[in-house]
């Protein structure tokens, strides 16, 4: 029985060695150099963002919000500002300094809300794109609640260019 043993000790010993030492083995790949980058967190609210469409510059649809209005639009840019009562708007910008251009975001109908600490996050919306001049009550309301607008009128009212969105995605670089 001892001698039994043995052989099959032996067996398993040369069957592990000879997996090893197969000249038909290919050599394993070196590990990459450059390791794949680590996927973002998005937090995604209303309806999808279609991934493939091309999004618009904050800048681009300011520049021309006669070309965009009553249009669909992807839009991407820097959240500068949201809402601190709610989530129910934020500021859409081209970085965080409040000299460059930017619009408000709300969201159709009401439907969703942002988290009220979106400020500082990226985001890709779907929105439409509207033109408008909002009286100065509206204007004292969203001021309370930290908006600011660089097209307000000595009587308080403001022109605004607001994209009314049906789908969100935030994420933090």
Not at 45 to 74: H, I, R, T, W, Y
Not at 103 to 118: A, H, I, L, M, N
Request: proline letters at 8%.
């Amino acid at each position: 029985m001892r001698r039994w043993c043995e052989f099959v000790a032996t067996l398993v010993c040369l069957n592990v060695l000879g997996c090893k030492a197969q000249p038909d083995a290919k050599p394993e790949a070196p590990p990459s150099a450059a390791a794949p980058a680590p996927a973002r967190s998005v937090q995604k609210f209303g309806a999808a963002v279609p991934a493939a469409a091309p999004a618009e510059s904050v800048k681009n649809v300011l520049q021309q919000p006669e070309q965009f209005a009553g249009k669909d639009v992807v839009v991407e840019g820097h959240v500068r500002r949201a809402c601190t009562r709610k989530g129910c708007w934020m500021e859409l910008s081209t970085g965080a300094e409040p000299q460059l251009p930017g619009c408000r975001v709300s969201f159709k109908d009401y439907g969703f809300f942002v988290p009220t600490d979106s400020a500082g996050s990226t985001a890709r919306v779907e929105a439409k794109v509207e033109l408008s001049q909002l009286d100065p009550r509206h204007v004292a309301h969203m001021e309370s609640e930290g908006a600011t607008f660089a097209n307000k009128q000595a009587d308080g009212s403001a022109r605004e260019v607001r994209l009314v969105a049906t789908g969100v995605e935030l994420w933090r670089q």
